[in-house]
Nanobody, 118 residues
Framework: QVQVVESGGGLVQPGGSLRLSCSASGRMFGLYHVAWYRQAPGGQRELVARITNGGRTDYDDSVRGRFTISRVDAKNTVYLQMNSLKPEDTALYSC????????????WGQGTQVTVST
């Protein structure tokens, strides 16, 4: 069982920045694929950004150029640096860890709230 914990959310003004962290347990973090999702009130969960165990990244069009996903395997942590935040970025941000070793296992954290408002 992998434990996933997100942190770093909060209230920020439009144009501001936040850095989210996703920490996952286990001694094989370097094998994990990690993704950030978000869900706004009344909306569906959507993929924001993801990073493979090899470091390849992918972004939703709505955040490309503003958000950066990165990982530090020695710290069992993936980061989501969010710049130029907009009110429409307001959502619960959740981290998904996917492990592929013959079969696929997925784990979720509880999420961290990001609110962009004046």
């Amino acid at each position: 069982q992998v434990q996933v914990v997100e942190s770093g959310g909060g209230l920020v003004q439009p144009g501001g920045s936040l850095r989210l962290s996703c920490s996952a347990s286990g001694r094989m973090f370097g094998l994990y694929h990690v993704a950030w999702y978000r869900q706004a009130p009344g909306g569906q969960r959507e993929l924001v950004a993801r990073i493979t165990n090899g470091g390849r990244t992918d972004y939703d069009d709505s955040v490309r150029g503003r958000f950066t996903i990165s990982r530090v395997d020695a710290k069992n942590t993936v980061y989501l640096q969010m710049n130029s935040l907009k009110p429409e970025d307001t959502a619960l941000y959740s981290c998904n860890v996917r492990i592929v070793r013959g079969t696929t296992a997925e784990y979720w954290g509880q999420g961290t709230q990001v609110t962009v408002s004046t």
